[in-house]
C-alpha cells in the first residue's frame, strides 16, 4: 500500500469525492441519500477551504478515502480547533494504512496551522473505529455529544 498519496482535495476529485461522500453516509452510515444540490453545496464549501477541508487517498489513480475537516474555536481551550468531521475508507483498503496516513495527514495540518486540538467523534457502534483511533493516541472526552434539528417557533 506504499503507492498510497494523501494529499487536500482538488477541484478534480469533485466527481469521486461525491461518490465516496454518498458511498459514507448511505451505504456505511445507512443515512438518507443526501439531496444533490445540498451535497453539491457542501463539496463548495470545501473546496473554498474556508470553513473546512478534505483530504483524499490515492491509490493506483482511485480515490479510496477522505477525510473532513472543520475549522472552528473552543471557549474552554482559548484557541482555534479542527473538528475531524468525516474519516472514511473504502472497505477494499481498509486495514491496510490507508486511514492513519490520513488520520496522520489531518493531525499534521492541524500542527501546522496553529490548531489547539483536533476533535472527532464517531458511532458508539463502530468499534473498528474506536480502536483505531485509540491506537492513534486519541482519548475519549468526558462530553456527550448532543443533536437537535433546528424548528422555528420552539421556545418562544
Not at 496551522?113 to 485509540?134: D, I, R
Request: with cysteine.
Amino acid at each position: 500500500m506504499s503507492r498510497v498519496e494523501i494529499r487536500e482535495a482538488e477541484l478534480n476529485d469533485r466527481d469521486a469525492l461525491r461518490g465516496l461522500m454518498n458511498t459514507y453516509i448511505y451505504d456505511f452510515y445507512h443515512y438518507p441519500r443526501p439531496e444533490e444540490e445540498k451535497l453539491e453545496n457542501l463539496l463548495d464549501v470545501l473546496m473554498e477551504k474556508k470553513a473546512g477541508t478534505q483530504f483524499v487517498a490515492v491509490y493506483d489513480g482511485e480515490l479510496v478515502g477522505f477525510a473532513t475537516l472543520y475549522f472552528t474555536y473552543s471557549t474552554l481551550r482559548t484557541g482555534k480547533v479542527v473538528i475531524m468531521n468525516d474519516l472514511f475508507v473504502t472497505e477494499k483498503c481498509r486495514i491496510q494504512g490507508v486511514g492513519t496516513k490520513l488520520f496522520r495527514a489531518c493531525n499534521q495540518y492541524a500542527a501546522y496551522n496553529g490548531y489547539v486540538a483536533m476533535l472527532w467523534e464517531t458511532s458508539k457502534a463502530n468499534e473498528n473505529a474506536q480502536k483505531f483511533y485509540e491506537k492513534m493516541g486519541g482519548e475519549r472526552e468526558e462530553w456527550y455529544p448532543y443533536s437537535i434539528k433546528p424548528v422555528i417557533g420552539v421556545g418562544d
